[in-house]
């Protein structure tokens, strides 16, 4: 008996548990494109949402993305990213803001890499028409054009007769 108790029993050997990688987006970053694809006024059901979710990322997604997606929606509502409208939801102010503003900063950010990209490949002077951005082109037009008065009584109206008489 003492040599039962000295003894001591090797745990089984563990399947290795391969780490869980999902290779679709963050579920609220699935629901934000979505809720702004549909554009629903009141908010959208789950169901649309399932529907638009499922459109995009089809391949990607689980058997039980529904499930999971049900549960994502009631978290973001009491997290207070979304808004629950009887049985619809919605972007939350707060939400739709920081959006917009990510939007925003991702045009800068796209503005300034074209900006250097065409400085490096390019000096200002030989640039072409085609590059220069269609709000530099537009005020090139308007800097060539010669305003005109606005009637004939006012001191420029009468300047620019007597320029034209003579």
């Known amino acids: 008996m003492a040599e039962e108790k000295t003894?001591?029993?090797t745990p089984a050997a563990k399947k290795?548990?391969?780490p869980k990688t999902t290779t679709h987006p963050p579920y609220f970053q699935m629901i934000k494109e979505a809720l702004m694809a549909l554009k629903e006024k009141n908010g959208s059901s789950p169901y649309a949402?399932?529907?638009?979710i499922?459109?995009?990322?089809?391949?990607?997604?689980p058997e039980s993305f529904r499930k999971?997606?049900?549960?994502?929606?009631?978290?973001?509502v009491a997290k207070g990213k979304l808004v629950k409208i009887r049985a619809s939801y919605k972007l939350s102010d707060t939400t739709?803001?920081?959006?917009?503003?990510?939007?925003?900063?991702?045009?800068?950010n796209m503005k300034q890499e074209d900006k250097e990209i065409t400085k490096r490949t390019r000096s200002s002077?030989?640039?072409?028409?085609?590059?220069m951005s269609v709000n530099k082109q537009e005020k090139m037009r308007k800097a060539k054009k010669a305003r005109q008065p606005k009637s004939i009584k006012?001191?420029?109206?009468?300047?620019?007769?007597?320029?034209s008489a003579a």
Do not use: F, Y
């Open 125 to 131: 002077s030989t640039r072409s028409k085609k590059s």
């Open 54 to 61: 499922e459109e995009k990322h089809k391949s990607l997604l």
């Open 154 to 163: 006012s001191s420029a109206g009468k300047k620019a007769m007597k320029a």
């Open 16 to 18: 290795p548990r391969k």
């Open 7 to 9: 003894l001591k029993k």
């Open 96 to 108: 739709k803001m920081t959006t917009r503003l990510q939007d925003k900063k991702n045009k800068k």
């Open 49 to 52: 949402i399932a529907k638009k």
């Open 68 to 76: 999971i997606l049900s549960l994502q929606l009631k978290n973001s």
